[in-house]
């Protein structure tokens, strides 16, 4: 029976790399997240400059026309911010994906030495396997050859 004498480690090391491509998910839909609220922003933004703009054509008070400034002010503000959020969360999903295939590449090689351990045992099993039956047949071939024989 083929024992892998590395199995514990193989086992921890797919474990690992499991937890990685969890982490690498969860950071990847937060990025996307937040990717979605700035393309939420912009638009908010760009329907606010294009109401103001129509506003701007007919009367439009200096109050009304500071509220709006204002506002947009603060969603450029959000921006900004949601930019500096997107930066950093892609510099993680960066080292996420490297711990990743760091994981992967280790759990890979053990693998690999795992698939050599087993072609080596069979190899040795069926040259066992041969040995066995050549024996066997020297034996029979013996016997046969000593119950034949003159007396």
């Given at each position: 029976m083929f024992n892998f004498k590395l199995q514990t480690v193989l086992d921890y090391r797919k474990q690992l790399e499991e937890k990685q491509m969890l982490e690498f998910a969860?950071?990847?839909k937060r990025l996307n997240c937040e990717k979605e609220t700035l393309r939420k922003l912009r638009r908010k933004k760009g329907d606010l400059i294009s109401?103001?703009?129509k506003m701007g054509e007919g009367k439009l008070s200096a109050a009304d026309a500071s509220t709006?400034?204002?506002y947009i002010s603060r969603i450029k503000d959000e921006e900004n911010q949601k930019e500096d959020v997107i930066c950093q969360i892609g510099k993680e999903l960066k080292e996420k994906?490297?711990?990743l295939v760091d994981?992967?590449?280790k759990k890979r090689i053990l693998e690999i030495l795992k698939e050599k351990s087993l072609k080596e045992y069979k190899v040795s099993w069926i040259n066992?396997?041969?040995k066995e039956l050549d024996e066997a047949g020297i034996f029979r071939a013996g016997a046969r050859g000593r119950g034949s024989g003159v007396r």
């Open positions: 969860v950071t990847e109401r103001l703009e709006y400034l204002s994906r490297a711990e994981a992967s590449k066992r396997e041969r």
